[in-house]
């Protein structure tokens, strides 16, 4: 086998181990069923897992993460898992996560500053409304493409969770009186902390 495909079930079983002896019915209870109150919307880089930033265990936060943390309203996928979370599986709060130095936004904000030809491939037309948000922003003014990055990555946020809240299972949700809320955070690679961007919507606040 593969070394990183061993590593994997040999850190898989180690893992499973320690849990049953911490807690002997920790998986009987995880196979019984989920109530997370959390609804994580995040990059898919491997360096931002939310059960581990969090300290977090499985069952605690209902998860999707797609390149560059996006709330696209045509996106069956992201609007599936709102629907389920939201109407489904009780959660409250919706979280829409960047982080720093994302791979998906410099690209976007590189793509910005030059023509572009249109999206030939999945990736470019999945990051393309990121790539209209960058050019919209007059990026090439900023005194660093650094400080740059850190715009776009805010300014993205900002975006989807107001496409999250424009969504069918929010609006439906909203409507029949449920108390859920979207809010808008930046994780930093260089620190490891989670920053709120102030940008909540809830009922009443939308």
């Not at 389920?84 to 976007?108: D, F, I, P, Q, R």
């Not at 007059?138 to 946020?157: C, H, Q, R």
């Amino acid at each position: 086998m593969d070394e990183h495909l061993a590593r994997l079930f040999t850190s898989n079983a180690a893992w499973a181990d320690a849990v049953s002896a911490a807690d002997p019915g920790f998986f009987a209870a995880s196979a019984a069923g989920q109530a997370p109150k959390l609804l994580w919307i995040g990059c898919a880089d491997s360096r931002v897992p939310e059960s581990v930033l969090a300290a977090a265990k499985p069952g605690d936060i209902f998860t999707h993460r797609n390149i560059a943390n996006q709330v696209h309203a045509d996106d069956d996928s992201v609007n599936a898992v709102l629907a389920y979370a939201v109407g489904h599986v009780g959660v409250l709060h919706v979280l829409v996560v960047g982080h720093s130095n994302c791979g998906g936004a410099a690209a976007c904000y590189a793509a910005s500053l030059a023509p572009r030809p249109p999206p030939s491939d999945s990736l470019s037309r999945w990051l393309l409304p990121l790539t209209e948000l960058a050019a919209s922003l007059g990026l090439d003014a900023a005194p660093s493409a650094e400080e740059a990055l850190a715009t776009l990555v805010e300014e993205n946020v900002k975006a989807q969770v107001a496409n999250a809240a424009a969504s069918d299972a929010l609006t439906k949700a909203w409507a029949a009186g449920k108390n859920v809320w979207v809010h808008g955070l930046v994780y930093d690679l260089a620190t490891g902390r989670l920053r709120d961007l102030g940008v909540s919507r809830g009922p009443g606040k939308q």
